[in-house]
Protein backbone atom coordinates (compact mmCIF):
# COMPACT_ATOMS: atom_id res chain seq x y z
CA UNK A 1 0.00 0.00 0.00
CA UNK A 2 2.63 2.10 -0.94
CA UNK A 3 3.80 3.52 2.14
CA UNK A 4 0.89 4.07 3.57
CA UNK A 5 -0.85 2.92 6.69
CA UNK A 6 -4.27 4.00 8.13
CA UNK A 7 -5.01 3.69 11.74
CA UNK A 8 -7.33 2.49 13.45
CA UNK A 9 -8.31 -0.02 10.90
CA UNK A 10 -11.59 -0.68 12.01
CA UNK A 11 -13.59 1.50 15.12
CA UNK A 12 -17.10 1.85 16.77
CA UNK A 13 -18.15 4.30 18.33
CA UNK A 14 -21.62 5.91 19.51
CA UNK A 15 -23.52 8.68 18.13
CA UNK A 16 -22.48 12.27 19.16
CA UNK A 17 -19.00 11.20 20.21
CA UNK A 18 -15.69 12.89 18.01
CA UNK A 19 -13.52 10.66 16.40
CA UNK A 20 -10.10 11.06 14.71
CA UNK A 21 -8.55 8.77 12.46
CA UNK A 22 -5.23 9.21 11.37
CA UNK A 23 -3.02 8.80 8.00
CA UNK A 24 0.61 8.69 8.17
CA UNK A 25 2.97 8.03 5.13
CA UNK A 26 6.42 7.48 4.43
CA UNK A 27 6.84 8.32 1.08
CA UNK A 28 7.27 12.76 1.58
CA UNK A 29 4.46 12.87 -0.48
CA UNK A 30 2.90 16.85 -0.92
CA UNK A 31 -0.83 15.81 -1.35
CA UNK A 32 -2.89 13.62 0.90
CA UNK A 33 -6.49 12.69 0.25
CA UNK A 34 -9.59 11.20 2.67
CA UNK A 35 -11.98 9.95 0.90
CA UNK A 36 -15.07 7.53 1.89
CA UNK A 37 -16.72 4.42 0.39
CA UNK A 38 -20.26 3.41 0.48
CA UNK A 39 -22.40 1.01 -1.47
CA UNK A 40 -24.03 3.05 -4.24
CA UNK A 41 -21.83 6.12 -4.07
CA UNK A 42 -18.48 4.95 -4.71
CA UNK A 43 -15.82 6.64 -3.45
CA UNK A 44 -16.20 10.57 -2.25
CA UNK A 45 -13.30 12.92 -1.87
CA UNK A 46 -13.84 14.52 1.92
CA UNK A 47 -10.74 17.00 1.98
CA UNK A 48 -7.53 17.09 0.87
CA UNK A 49 -3.84 18.44 1.50
CA UNK A 50 -1.73 20.29 -0.62
CA UNK A 51 0.58 20.76 1.61
CA UNK A 52 1.64 21.19 5.73
CA UNK A 53 -1.48 23.59 6.48
CA UNK A 54 -2.92 23.80 3.09
CA UNK A 55 -5.99 22.37 3.16
CA UNK A 56 -9.31 21.95 1.34
CA UNK A 57 -12.92 20.63 1.09
CA UNK A 58 -13.73 18.00 -1.53
CA UNK A 59 -17.19 17.04 -2.07
CA UNK A 60 -18.93 15.32 1.03
CA UNK A 61 -16.60 17.97 3.82
CA UNK A 62 -19.65 18.53 6.25
CA UNK A 63 -19.47 17.34 9.21
CA UNK A 64 -15.22 16.76 9.13
CA UNK A 65 -12.44 18.76 9.46
CA UNK A 66 -8.85 17.97 8.58
CA UNK A 67 -5.66 18.71 10.02
CA UNK A 68 -2.22 18.63 8.96
CA UNK A 69 1.01 19.60 11.22
CA UNK A 70 3.53 17.88 9.47
CA UNK A 71 3.89 16.06 6.08
CA UNK A 72 3.76 12.73 6.83
CA UNK A 73 0.76 13.09 8.85
CA UNK A 74 -3.14 13.58 7.70
CA UNK A 75 -5.79 13.57 10.46
CA UNK A 76 -9.40 13.30 9.95
CA UNK A 77 -11.75 14.52 12.58
CA UNK A 78 -15.47 13.83 12.66
CA UNK A 79 -16.45 16.54 15.06
CA UNK A 80 -19.66 14.86 16.68
CA UNK A 81 -20.41 11.07 14.64
CA UNK A 82 -23.61 10.36 13.34
CA UNK A 83 -25.20 7.33 11.59
CA UNK A 84 -24.47 8.38 7.98
CA UNK A 85 -20.67 8.75 8.73
CA UNK A 86 -20.45 4.62 9.21
CA UNK A 87 -18.57 4.17 6.19
CA UNK A 88 -15.30 2.89 5.24
CA UNK A 89 -12.62 5.35 5.30
CA UNK A 90 -9.22 5.71 2.53
CA UNK A 91 -5.94 7.80 2.81
CA UNK A 92 -4.68 8.51 -0.44
CA UNK A 93 -1.58 10.21 -1.43
CA UNK A 94 -0.12 11.48 -4.25
CA UNK A 95 3.88 13.21 -5.22
CA UNK A 96 2.32 15.33 -8.48
CA UNK A 97 -1.33 16.09 -7.37
CA UNK A 98 -2.21 13.92 -10.56
CA UNK A 99 -4.71 11.38 -10.76
CA UNK A 100 -2.45 9.08 -12.29
CA UNK A 101 -0.17 9.03 -9.25
CA UNK A 102 -2.85 8.90 -5.97
CA UNK A 103 -2.33 5.81 -4.42
CA UNK A 104 -4.39 4.90 -1.38
CA UNK A 105 -4.01 2.87 2.04
CA UNK A 106 -5.91 0.10 3.38
CA UNK A 107 -8.91 2.05 4.58
CA UNK A 108 -10.71 2.50 8.12
CA UNK A 109 -13.85 0.59 8.78
CA UNK A 110 -16.02 3.11 10.90
CA UNK A 111 -19.24 2.37 12.60
CA UNK A 112 -21.04 5.12 14.26
CA UNK A 113 -23.80 3.07 16.16
CA UNK B 1 -27.57 12.34 -12.58
CA UNK B 2 -24.71 10.95 -11.45
CA UNK B 3 -20.96 11.95 -13.51
CA UNK B 4 -20.38 9.06 -13.82
CA UNK B 5 -22.32 5.56 -14.23
CA UNK B 6 -20.93 2.24 -14.04
CA UNK B 7 -23.12 -0.86 -14.31
CA UNK B 8 -22.71 -2.65 -10.46
CA UNK B 9 -22.76 -6.23 -11.15
CA UNK B 10 -21.73 -8.43 -10.20
CA UNK B 11 -20.19 -10.16 -13.16
CA UNK B 12 -19.48 -13.92 -12.95
CA UNK B 13 -17.55 -15.74 -16.08
CA UNK B 14 -15.48 -18.74 -16.49
CA UNK B 15 -11.56 -18.49 -16.30
CA UNK B 16 -9.99 -17.75 -19.58
CA UNK B 17 -13.16 -15.62 -20.68
CA UNK B 18 -12.99 -11.93 -21.74
CA UNK B 19 -14.03 -9.26 -19.69
CA UNK B 20 -16.01 -6.08 -20.58
CA UNK B 21 -16.62 -3.72 -18.16
CA UNK B 22 -18.19 -0.41 -18.79
CA UNK B 23 -18.43 3.41 -17.83
CA UNK B 24 -20.78 6.54 -19.22
CA UNK B 25 -20.25 9.60 -17.71
CA UNK B 26 -21.80 13.39 -18.73
CA UNK B 27 -19.06 15.70 -17.82
CA UNK B 28 -17.00 16.54 -21.02
CA UNK B 29 -15.06 18.43 -19.49
CA UNK B 30 -13.30 14.97 -18.31
CA UNK B 31 -10.02 14.45 -19.54
CA UNK B 32 -7.97 11.62 -17.67
CA UNK B 33 -9.89 8.28 -17.26
CA UNK B 34 -8.78 5.82 -14.94
CA UNK B 35 -9.78 2.09 -14.02
CA UNK B 36 -9.15 0.75 -10.83
CA UNK B 37 -9.07 -3.00 -8.92
CA UNK B 38 -10.00 -3.40 -5.94
CA UNK B 39 -9.83 -6.57 -3.91
CA UNK B 40 -12.01 -7.22 -0.80
CA UNK B 41 -11.19 -5.01 2.13
CA UNK B 42 -8.26 -3.63 0.35
CA UNK B 43 -7.69 0.03 -1.07
CA UNK B 44 -8.18 0.76 -4.42
CA UNK B 45 -4.99 0.35 -6.65
CA UNK B 46 -4.62 1.64 -10.06
CA UNK B 47 -4.59 -0.36 -13.31
CA UNK B 48 -5.11 1.28 -16.12
CA UNK B 49 -4.76 5.53 -17.10
CA UNK B 50 -5.65 7.41 -20.11
CA UNK B 51 -5.79 11.02 -21.47
CA UNK B 52 -7.30 10.84 -24.56
CA UNK B 53 -9.41 8.81 -26.79
CA UNK B 54 -8.74 5.12 -28.49
CA UNK B 55 -7.32 2.15 -26.77
CA UNK B 56 -4.35 1.61 -24.49
CA UNK B 57 -3.07 -1.85 -23.86
CA UNK B 58 -1.22 -3.41 -20.37
CA UNK B 59 -0.80 -7.11 -20.75
CA UNK B 60 -4.00 -8.51 -20.73
CA UNK B 61 -5.94 -5.44 -20.09
CA UNK B 62 -7.16 -2.63 -22.37
CA UNK B 63 -8.59 0.57 -21.43
CA UNK B 64 -10.59 2.32 -24.23
CA UNK B 65 -12.18 5.47 -24.33
CA UNK B 66 -14.62 7.03 -26.52
CA UNK B 67 -14.92 10.78 -25.84
CA UNK B 68 -17.65 11.44 -28.14
CA UNK B 69 -19.92 8.59 -26.78
CA UNK B 70 -18.73 9.43 -23.42
CA UNK B 71 -17.87 6.13 -22.42
CA UNK B 72 -14.81 4.09 -21.24
CA UNK B 73 -13.92 0.38 -21.09
CA UNK B 74 -11.98 -1.73 -19.88
CA UNK B 75 -11.29 -5.51 -21.43
CA UNK B 76 -9.60 -8.35 -19.60
CA UNK B 77 -8.15 -10.97 -21.88
CA UNK B 78 -7.75 -14.65 -20.48
CA UNK B 79 -9.32 -13.51 -17.41
CA UNK B 80 -8.15 -15.50 -14.41
CA UNK B 81 -9.45 -16.39 -11.12
CA UNK B 82 -6.93 -13.82 -9.22
CA UNK B 83 -8.44 -10.91 -11.09
CA UNK B 84 -12.01 -11.36 -9.33
CA UNK B 85 -12.46 -7.93 -7.45
CA UNK B 86 -14.18 -4.83 -8.06
CA UNK B 87 -13.60 -2.86 -10.83
CA UNK B 88 -13.61 0.89 -10.14
CA UNK B 89 -13.30 3.64 -13.12
CA UNK B 90 -12.54 6.87 -12.87
CA UNK B 91 -12.58 10.58 -14.05
CA UNK B 92 -10.90 13.86 -13.54
CA UNK B 93 -10.05 16.82 -14.98
CA UNK B 94 -7.70 19.60 -13.94
CA UNK B 95 -8.28 22.63 -11.88
CA UNK B 96 -7.52 23.78 -8.29
CA UNK B 97 -4.50 23.11 -6.56
CA UNK B 98 -5.11 19.06 -7.14
CA UNK B 99 -6.47 16.91 -9.99
CA UNK B 100 -9.98 15.54 -8.32
CA UNK B 101 -11.04 11.95 -8.80
CA UNK B 102 -14.81 11.33 -9.70
CA UNK B 103 -15.58 7.73 -9.31
CA UNK B 104 -18.06 4.90 -10.65
CA UNK B 105 -19.47 2.96 -8.10
CA UNK B 106 -17.85 -0.67 -9.07
CA UNK B 107 -18.24 -3.46 -10.77
CA UNK B 108 -18.41 -6.60 -8.92
CA UNK B 109 -16.53 -9.22 -11.25
CA UNK B 110 -15.92 -13.22 -10.21
CA UNK B 111 -14.06 -14.98 -12.19
CA UNK B 112 -14.74 -18.92 -11.93
CA UNK B 113 -12.24 -21.47 -12.18
Known amino acids: DAGITQSPRHKVTETGTPVTLRCHQT?????MYWYRQDPGHGLRLIHYSYGVKDTDKGEVSDGYSVSRSKTEDFLLTLESATSSQTSVYFC????????????FGPGTRLTVL | QKEVEQDPGPLSVPEGAIVSLNCTYS??????FMWYRQYSRKGPELLMYTYSSGNKEDGRFTAQVDKSSKYISLFIRDSQPSDSATYLC?????????????FGTGTLLAVQP
Open chain 1, 92 to 103: AISETGRTDTQY
Open chain 2, 27 to 32: NSAFQY
Open chain 1, 27 to 31: ENHRY
Open chain 2, 90 to 102: AMSYPGGATNKLI
